[in-house]
């Protein structure tokens, strides 16, 4: 099979088996009584970064290190200049969580420290637990805080799918990440090649992407719809998803190597993206992302992209 239909299934089985882990994560949790404020911080936060932790960990076993590692700076970069930048431009995006500068803080954390493990061009097993220590740390806070901050608010809702249904739509996603991993690593890594491009560039471009699309669409979409429930909280907590237990997970697992160019480029470009959602929300602002700051974010992914490819 062509490359190009390796990448496209991997891409269209990621969106489905994406959407169906954090449908399929939700019943579930509601099945065994988790309130749904728990659920958003800790299930749905996981299941989207299913995509991600899936690529890396099979282009890591597939000896494409740098698909593993661009995947998720490239996610990173994406979700902030990408997503954000194109729902703003659809419908001005509002700070909706007073705490979202303490994520963002976290946020910054995570980027910093991942800078600084990569120093010596390889994500140790060590270096991964401590990632993974970090994130439990950053869920039990956001929780007991969330729960603080709305103690009248939480509730446990009924499962609205029947327990053997929710755990097969469990297994039909595992297995379409699984598969859909699988195929997107191949055909990326044989698009490189054939075209001479580093899977370094693919990885932070075309895999990436492919690994953001389930939140760009429900982003568009909610944002079409003037229902723009997307908030910059569930954007910063997704890239310290990414980092923390992407990485965290894979680099446990297996060490992984990274880039000399990546470290020196592309992960100052995720580092500059993080302070420009910065001055973005500021108080100054209203913490409104409106239409031409959006555009500015779009212009800057743009940018990067194109110079990634120069």
Do not use: C
């Amino acid at each position: 099979m062509p490359p190009i239909l390796f990448l496209l299934a991997g891409f269209v089985l990621l969106f489905f088996s994406g959407d169906w882990l954090v449908k399929s994560s939700v019943q579930l949790a509601r099945h065994f009584k988790v309130s749904t404020l728990v659920i958003g911080i800790t299930v749905v936060a996981f299941g989207t970064s299913a995509p991600e932790l899936l690529v890396s960990l099979r282009a890591v076993f597939d000896g494409a290190a740098d698909i593993s590692v661009g995947n998720v700076v490239g996610s990173n970069i994406a979700n902030i200049a990408l997503v954000l930048g194109l729902v703003s431009i659809v419908y001005p995006v509002k700070v909706k969580k007073k705490a979202v500068w303490l994520d963002w803080l976290v946020m910054m954390v995570a980027t910093v420290g991942l800078i600084w493990a990569s120093e010596n061009l390889i994500l140790s097993t060590v270096e991964g637990i401590i990632f993974l220590v970090l994130l439990g740390i950053y869920i039990v806070w956001a929780v007991y805080s969330s729960r603080k901050q709305s103690k009248n608010e939480e509730k446990i809702e009924a499962p609205s799918m029947a327990l053997w249904k929710t755990l097969l739509l469990f297994l039909l996603a595992a297995a379409g990440l699984y598969f859909g991993a699988d195929w997107l690593v191949i055909g990326a890594k044989d698009i490189a090649i054939n075209l001479g491009v580093s899977e370094r560039v693919i990885g932070i471009s075309v895999v990436a992407l492919g690994t953001s699309v389930p939140e760009l669409a429900t982003s568009l979409v909610a944002a079409i719809k003037k229902e723009s429930d997307i908030s910059i909280g569930n954007i910063i907590g997704s890239n310290i998803f990414n980092i923390w237990a992407v990485l965290g997970v894979t680099s446990v697992i297996k060490p992984v190597s990274v880039n000399a160019s990546m470290v020196n480029t592309d992960y100052w470009w995720m580092f500059a993206i993080a302070i420009l959602l910065f001055l973005t929300i500021l108080p100054l602002s209203k913490g409104v992302v409106t239409r031409w700051k959006g555009a500015i974010l779009l212009s800057v992914y743009v940018l990067y992209i194109y110079l990634l490819f120069v």
